[in-house]
C-alpha cells in the first residue's frame, strides 16, 4: 500500500502560535488552516510504498549528516491564488539541503520532476470559494528560529483537511 510522502522542516510552537494569532475568525470565505499542519515542505515525493519509504529514510540520513542547524526568517504573507502562504528570507543552506536532497531522490526514483521552483513557504489559508487571496495580516514582525531537524511525513487527503503523520526525524548537527 502507498502513502503520500513529504519531506518538510517543523516550526517550532511559538513561530506555530505567532501564524496563528494572525489568523482571523470570521471571514466567511476564508479556511483557515491547522496550527498543528504548519510546516515548511522541502520535497513533496509523492506516493511511495513501504521500499520506496525506506529508500528515503536512507537518503534523508545521508543527506541531512552534512547539515548543521541552521536559522530561518519567516518575513511576511503573500497570496498565491486561492491561498496565503507566510514566506522566507532567502536561505542559502535551505535552499542548498533542498537541492541535495531533490537530486538523491530523483536518482532513487522517488520523486518526480518538480516544474515549479523552489519557494518555502507555510500555507496559513485557502479561500473557501476560490476567491484570490488578497488579505493579509496588519501588523506582522519578522520571526526567526532555527531549523534543527528535517522530518519525513505521510500526509492522508480527507475531506475536512489533510491529516499529517510524522514517520522519522533526522536531527541536524
Not at 530561518?72 to 491561498?83: A, E, N, P, R, V
Not at 528560529?145 to 511525513?153: H, M, N, P, S, T
Request: aromatic letters at 10%.
Amino acid at each position: 500500500m502507498t502513502k503520500r510522502i513529504f519531506v518538510s522542516i517543523d516550526l517550532p510552537p511559538a513561530v506555530c502560535e505567532k501564524l496563528r494569532q494572525q489568523q482571523v475568525p470570521g471571514v466567511y470565505w476564508i479556511k483557515w488552516m491547522d496550527v498543528k499542519n504548519f510546516h515548511v515542505t522541502i520535497n513533496f515525493l509523492g506516493d511511495l510504498g513501504p521500499g520506496k519509504i525506506e529508500e528515503a529514510k536512507e537518503v534523508l540520513r545521508a543527506v541531512t549528516a552534512n547539515f548543521s542547524r541552521f536559522p530561518l526568517t519567516i518575513s511576511g504573507f503573500d497570496g498565491k491564488q486561492d491561498m496565503l502562504w507566510a514566506i522566507f528570507e532567502r536561505s542559502e543552506v535551505l535552499q542548498d539541503l533542498h537541492d541535495q536532497l531533490k537530486e538523491e531522490f530523483r536518482s532513487r526514483r522517488l520523486m518526480k520532476s518538480e516544474r515549479r521552483g523552489f519557494t518555502p513557504h507555510v500555507l496559513i489559508a485557502k479561500s473557501k470559494t476560490g476567491r484570490k487571496m488578497t488579505w493579509r495580516p496588519e501588523h506582522f514582525s519578522p520571526v526567526n528560529f532555527e531549523a534543527d531537524r528535517v522530518c519525513l511525513y505521510e500526509s492522508e487527503l480527507t475531506p475536512g483537511a489533510a491529516t499529517h503523520r510524522i514517520i522519522e526525524s533526522f536531527p541536524l548537527q
